[in-house]
């Protein structure tokens, strides 16, 4: 067997540096983002693929060896590409868009992944450093949750917080675009939760800071729960819808337009008809929100206080039906789990705000909170948990284990919700 001659170590620079020439030759310009393709669920559960696409005409959609061209949701403009929409029929074993494979439905889940507040904030003098992954981490927290393989995906809303231009020379926030663009979209949402958009369907809910003074085009237009309609005016309010998800409901509900600190009069009617409208779901359901009804930050001397005015307003003194169990929401941007009592019927809250955006300052015992506009509810026991992070909810025998993770993956806290109540073990 003959033997290569060795190089000496001008002879091996020289050969590393031909293959690294080659290397760059060969790589290819820097491409394009991905188009952003996820599957979420719309009224009455139907799983629906959706895609932002740049090209001149919608993907196909190769369903079980056959294939079809998606329908068009939205033509493009000029702050938005063209969105691509096609229902999911309930039997489909494998699915893909572009050769990438979508993850379909489960039709039990059992790994139940909850994240939200997810934006970087850039709004006047409120600068958050978005190019900093420490200060700003949704992508590393989509990352690590993706790992965990969850079977569905509830986002509690507001998704893009980057409102303003960066301030001129500001290194926190430089190259950022701002806005309801595309490319707002893009930097807060689609890029960074890439991951997490193949993992699992989602399940969306409208933040405030989808409305429609903020970003409410993009939201309706990419991923709102009903068809898009250029023409119409934005939709303030939309209606609620179910998803039911195995033997639990799941109650989607648009709050966007229900102010905290004041009663919106216009608001309260339409609120107080879709509450009522609960007591004829069927049990179990979880109730889905942006904006919690009772939520505790630090008020004055550091004393919890909360509640959303327009909310409560919209209850009167009936309080939540019975066959909701439980309440999830974000808009506060902490982990919360608080258990109610009162004269009014306040199910088990769960508040999961704390994906990305700025954080909130709220004690750490919320026991005794107190709520704003004549609520009837106090908080009985209740925790919030410090830091960056989301909620892996894991169903058993006895109920359903809680697992707060950091940015990094790692259980801070183990909870658990069971017999209506929620708790966490001590750390």
């Known amino acids: 067997m003959s033997r290569r001659p060795r190089l000496g170590a001008q002879g091996r620079a020289a ?108 709004k006047g003098g409120a600068v958050q450093d978005c190019n900093d992954p420490r200060q700003w981490p949704f992508a590393r927290l989509a990352a690590e949750a993706a790992r965990l393989r969850p079977d569905l995906i509830i986002d509690l809303g507001d998704y893009l ?24 979209w893009r930097a807060d949402f689609f890029a960074p939760a890439a991951p997490l958009l193949a993992a699992a369907p989602w399940v969306l809910v409208r933040g405030n800071h989808e409305d429609c003074q903020r970003a409410g085009e993009g939201w309706l237009r990419m991923m709102g729960p009903q068809p898009f309609m250029a023409d119409a005016r934005c939709a303030t309010h939309l209606p609620p819808y179910t998803v039911p998800i ?34 004829q779901s069927p049990a179990p359901t979880w109730l889905l929100m942006h904006r919690p009804i009772w939520g505790a930050i630090s008020g004055p001397l550091d004393v919890p206080v909360g509640g959303n005015r327009t909310l409560i307003a919209a209850l009167g003194r009936s309080g939540v039906p019975a066959p909701v169990e439980l309440m999830l929401a974000g808009h506060i941007h902490a982990f919360e789990i608080l258990n109610y009592a009162g004269a009014q019927r306040a199910p088990a ?20 909170t107190w709520f704003q506009g004549g609520s009837a509810v106090r908080v009985a026991s209740g925790e919030s948990i410090p830091g960056f992070g989301f909620v892996m909810l894991r169903a058993g025998d006895r109920g359903w284990a809680i697992d707060v993770h950091d940015v990094d993956g790692r259980i801070e806290r183990r909870c658990w919700f069971r017999e209506q109540r929620l708790g966490c073990a001590p750390l």
């Open 246 to 279: 195995g033997r639990i409901n799941l109650v989607v509900m648009d709050d966007a337009d229900a102010p905290d600190t004041r009663v919106a009069a216009d608001a309260v009617a339409a609120h107080a008809r879709e509450f009522a409208a609960l007591a």
């Open 15 to 122: 050969a590393l540096t031909v293959v690294a020439f080659a290397c760059f030759a060969l790589r290819p310009a820097a491409a394009a983002p991905a188009a952003p393709v996820w599957v979420q669920y719309g009224p009455e559960g139907r799983a629906e693929v959706r895609a932002v696409v740049r090209g001149g005409t919608c993907p196909m959609l190769r369903i079980d060896g056959g294939a079809r061209a998606m329908d068009l949701r939205a033509a493009p403009s000029s702050d938005f590409p063209r969105v691509c929409a096609a229902e999911l029929p309930p039997d489909a074993r494998h699915a893909s868009v572009f050769g990438r494979a979508l993850a379909l439905p489960v039709a039990h889940p059992h790994r139940i992944l909850v994240i939200g507040d997810t934006g970087c904030r850039i």
């Open 349 to 368: 809250q769960l508040i999961a705000g704390f994906g990305g955006d700025r954080l909130d300052r709220t004690p750490e015992n919320l026991a005794g």
């Open 161 to 184: 917080y980057r409102e303003s231009a960066c301030p001129t020379g500001d290194r926190r926030c430089a190259g950022s675009p701002h806005g309801d663009h595309f490319a707002t």
